[in-house]
Structures are given as C-alpha cells and as structure tokens.
C-alpha cells in the first residue's frame, strides 16, 4: 500500500485495489474474493484453502478478514444426521460497491471538513506580517 495519498493517486489501480484501501485487506483477501466470485458455489474453509493453496488457519483469517469488512456472508449447512458446517460467499457486487460508494461520500466530507480548518488556521491571516519579512 502506497505511504501517502499523493502517491496513491499517481498509482495504477485496479477495481480490487478498492479492498485494500477501504478495509486495509491483503493480496491474499483479495484472491479469496475473487475466487469465490469465480466459482457458483459456496465454499468451505478448508476447500478455499485448497483453492488457493495455502494453509487452512491462513484461509480461515482471511474469510474472517473479508466477513468483517463486509464482503462475504456465512451460511449454515445442516447434516441430516445432525451437526452442521459452514460455507461462504460472495455479497452482491451492487450492495457492496454501494457501501463503499457511502464510505468514499462520507471520507470526502470529512476531509472538506478538515481542509477547511487548516485553511483558517494557516490560510492568509490578515494583518499579520511572516516572520521572514521581520
């Protein structure tokens, strides 16, 4: 991820980067999301593991990294025999790109706010000379 917004702003980005600069994911989150995108069914942990070739504990955290963020809902399958297992899926792209687009609406106002505060703290203070001319 870039150090500073100027250097963001120059970067080359990709509709997947939006993951990491709202919700702070990691390239493997981004493969897990794509992936389940990707494939009509839902999937376990441990075959998302599989899919991606990494280690289930490692699956695991970034299915739990995406459902916090918001980008994947859990769903309960029943045994018939009893007990249960989950597996997960992508939410809509729509709702998704929506709530991001409210984020984006929200950081905008937000920093307007702020860019207004520093222009009447350091803008041009009238009557006041800088130091440089004294």
């Not at 080359?12 to 995108?37: A, P, R, S, T, Y």
């Not at 955290?61 to 769903?75: D, N």
């Not at 249960?84 to 998704?96: A, C, F, K, M, T």
């Not at 905008?108 to 004294?134: C, H, R, V, W």
């Amino acid at each position: 991820m870039p150090d500073s917004m100027s250097e963001m702003l120059r970067q080359d980005m990709e509709c997947e980067g939006l993951l990491e600069c709202f919700h702070n994911l990691k390239e493997i989150d981004k493969d897990v999301f794509q992936l389940l995108n990707e494939i009509d069914d839902p999937l376990t942990v441990d075959e998302i593991a599989d899919e991606i070739d990494r280690e289930r504990s490692t699956a695991y955290r970034s299915v739990q990294r995406l459902m916090q963020a918001g980008f994947l809902q859990k769903e309960q399958i029943n045994y018939d025999q009893g007990g249960y297992y989950h597996v997960y899926l992508p939410r809509d792209g729509d709702e998704i790109a929506q709530e991001l687009q409210r984020m984006l609406n929200d950081w905008y106002a937000q920093m307007g706010q702020l860019i207004g505060e520093f222009g009447e703290k350091y803008g041009d203070q009238s009557g006041q000379t800088s130091p440089i001319e004294n």
